[in-house]
């Protein structure tokens, strides 16, 4: 199951491809990790390349929309 559009969700933000979900290289769209920390991993997208376990947690972001969506997607009901 997915949420958004082609880009968004299924396509990880622009960075892989349907149906194979293959990161797409660097000239078609994707992207590599930082070189150099503190920066933001955004979680949706797909990286080329590798980085540390500390560096990876430490840095990786969810954006707001992709929490709220994932918040709407699961039904989450709130009891006051």
């Known amino acids: 199951m997915w949420y958004g559009d082609d880009v968004y969700s299924y396509g990880h933000r622009g960075t892989s491809g349907d149906p194979s979900q293959k990161a797409f290289d660097s000239g078609s769209g994707g992207v590599s990790y930082p070189t150099t920390f503190p920066a933001e991993i955004d979680l949706m997208k797909y990286y080329h390349g590798d980085i ?22 699961s039904r989450v009901e709130f009891h006051g």
Do not use: K, M, P, Q
């Open 52 to 73: 540390s376990d500390a560096d990876r947690y430490n840095n990786t972001r969810a954006s707001e929309l992709g929490v709220n969506s994932l918040i709407w997607l």
